[in-house]
């Protein structure tokens, strides 16, 4: 591995709920729109001088607290999540040619026992890691 990044984020939503359909086709809906606006912001704060990664892993940590609710489905905010990394310039892509492996993990309530959020770690892998 090359480098590791850590990212802190808000909760994610759910992938069930950030598209909505209109007339002129599928648009992120409002929530959805403010949660990456918000994140968007916050990662920029915390990788101001980076460049985009071609090959690495993600690893997903979500913390409990305020904002979370009891009992969600731990792998419906992984979507939200890469769309983020990619819109920021963070990643190339979600696509397996970039993204070779992504893992999420429930960490329990967040240690300052305050308000939910996620740990994003970016590990970025060299040419010689690629899985062909």
Request: hydrophobic share 35%; charged share 25%; proline share 4%.
């Amino acid at each position: 591995m090359k480098r590791t990044h850590r990212i802190e984020l808000t909760i994610p939503p759910s992938v069930n709920g950030i598209y909505s359909r209109g007339k002129h086709g599928v648009y992120l809906n409002p929530k959805c729109r403010a949660w990456c606006d918000i994140n968007r912001g916050m990662v920029a704060a915390q990788m101001p001088d980076h460049g985009t990664i071609t090959l690495c892993h993600i690893h997903i940590k979500i913390y409990g607290g305020k904002g979370l609710r009891k009992g969600r489905d731990l792998s419906n905010m992984e979507k939200v999540v890469g769309d983020l990394l990619v819109r920021t310039g963070i990643i190339a892509d979600d696509n397996f040619d970039v993204l070779q492996k992504n893992t999420q993990e429930y960490m329990g309530k967040a240690p300052n026992k305050g308000n939910a959020y996620a740990e994003v770690l970016v590990h970025e892998l060299h040419e010689s890691q690629r899985v062909i």
